[in-house]
């Protein structure tokens, strides 16, 4: 692994990683790892004490459209390792025993301070009523930065995310108070007609995010609904 050093505006000089490709590492092994470790805000959540890059995504979103509200009821789909669930306890207070954070995810994560978290696939059919069992009453805010599980084939990939989406979206009508929001992860172009159509029928607002924290060459953008209308 070597730096290198390029200057800034100001004269000020920048140091960049750059890391060998090792008899045991890939190209594709060595981009990642250099993306990582010369990337901002990987740097900006180890010093916070954020678990991932991702907080800095919804705190952006946070900070302009003010939807997590101190307490606040939150449910958080796909949730480890725990940037999301970390903000949104801070955020709605749950850290001081104001507001609820629920969390889930297929994969186990550490404790985050202010969050009720448990290891459940949220396609199981049974994790709906899990979910709302542990929040025991309406949520203000569902949020989802899960990510379907690819296999190469644009086509498959897109259908599988798209499959996601509406599953999130559905059980966000199902547990919503009115007022409340839904945000969750797309791709660029992923969006189909229809679910924005029920969306736009069940919420005030529906709009594409892609907030400064999402990195430029990637696809993703997040769907963002406020104004739940009720389930009547």
Do not use: C
Request: positive net charge.
């Amino acid at each position: 692994m070597t730096k290198s050093a390029k200057k800034k505006a100001g004269g000020e000089r920048e140091l960049k990683v750059k890391v060998k490709t090792g008899k045991n590492r890939s190209m594709s092994s060595k981009l990642w790892l250099e993306r990582q470790l010369n990337d901002p805000y990987v740097a900006r959540a180890k010093r916070e004490g954020y678990r991932s890059r991702a907080a800095y995504k919804l705190i952006e979103i946070d900070d302009k459209h003010r939807f997590l509200k101190p307490g606040g009821k939150v449910i958080d789909l796909g949730a480890a390792p725990g940037g999301w669930s970390q903000v949104a306890a801070k955020r709605v207070g749950s850290v001081e025993g104001r507001g609820k954070v629920v969390a889930i995810d297929i994969l186990d994560m550490p404790a985050v301070p202010g969050v009720n978290f448990v290891v459940l696939d949220f396609l199981d059919e049974t994790a709906p009523d899990k979910i709302k069992a542990m929040l025991g009453s309406g949520a203000d805010v569902v949020l989802s930065d899960m990510a379907a599980n690819t296999v190469g084939h644009r086509q498959t990939d897109h259908l599988k995310i798209i499959a996601m989406v509406e599953t999130a979206a559905e059980f966000a009508r199902e547990v919503l108070n009115p007022g409340g929001a839904f945000l969750a992860k797309v791709r660029q172009g992923g969006t189909e007609a229809a679910l924005l159509a029920q969306l736009k029928r069940d919420f005030a607002t529906v709009k594409h995010v892609k907030p400064q924290a999402s990195r430029s060459d990637s696809a993703e953008l997040y769907l963002f609904a406020t104004g739940f209308r009720g389930g009547g």
